[in-house]
Structures are given as C-alpha cells and as structure tokens.
Nanobody
C-alpha cells in the first residue's frame, strides 16, 4: 500500500498550486488525512487535516484562508489547493493517513501511520 503525492513544482509568489495524494486502493476512506511540510533545515510541520467524511477540517494559522484541503473517497484521493503562495511555503509536502477508523483530526505527526514520499514546492519571490 502506497501513497503518492503529485502537483508540486516551482512557482512565483502569488501563484496557485493543487497537490494531490492518491492511493492504489481505498485504504483511507475511513480515516482522517493530513498534509504536512518540511522546509530545509526545519522540522516537519502540520499544514492541514480533513476528517474521513470531509465534514471537519483544520489548518495551521499560516495557511488559513489560502489553502483548502478536500478529499474524494470514491477516487481514493486527497487534495490541497494552495492559493496566494508565499516564499515561506517552500517545502516538501507530504500527505499522511491517520490509521484509526473514525478518529478525529490531529496535528501530531505521531498520530499518522502511512506517509507518501513527498512533493517539492518552491515559491520564488
């Protein structure tokens, strides 16, 4: 079982990108999902999370109003729409599964048990 992120790239400040995270099987339709990022020289940090049924979402303050997390369980996919990108958003972005069926949202990396390899986002000023 594997998660694969896509949609990264090099953009200018103010641009938009949409990240996708896909799994080969419907492994996460019952689980909360999260996006995290890791900038060079920094620890991995929480970005956004979405409940298994997409009713609840959570965002780190620095991306509120700019990023939107969504999911399509029929397509085994989770998305992160990123608008008004800033150089400070430059990082490798990872999606992850919180493998506890029906569990709520979490910002803790320790609550997530399956990670993708990441996709690089570089925002130039």
């Amino acid at each position: 079982v594997q998660l694969v992120e896509s949609g990264g790239g090099l953009v200018q400040a103010g641009d938009s990108l949409r990240l996708s995270c896909a799994a080969a099987t419907g492994i996460f339709k019952d689980y909360a999902m999260g996006w995290f990022r890791q900038a060079p020289g920094k620890e991995r940090e929480f970005v956004a999370a979405i409940s298994w049924n997409a009713i609840s979402t959570d965002y780190v303050d620095s991306v509120k109003g700019r990023f939107t997390i969504s999911r399509d369980n029929a397509k085994n996919a989770v998305y992160l729409q990123m608008n008004s990108l800033k150089p400070g958003d430059t990082a490798v972005y990872y999606c992850a599964v919180r493998p506890t069926s029906g569990a709520g949202l979490s910002r803790s990396m320790n609550e997530y048990g399956l990670w993708g390899p990441g996709t690089q986002i570089t925002v130039s000023s």
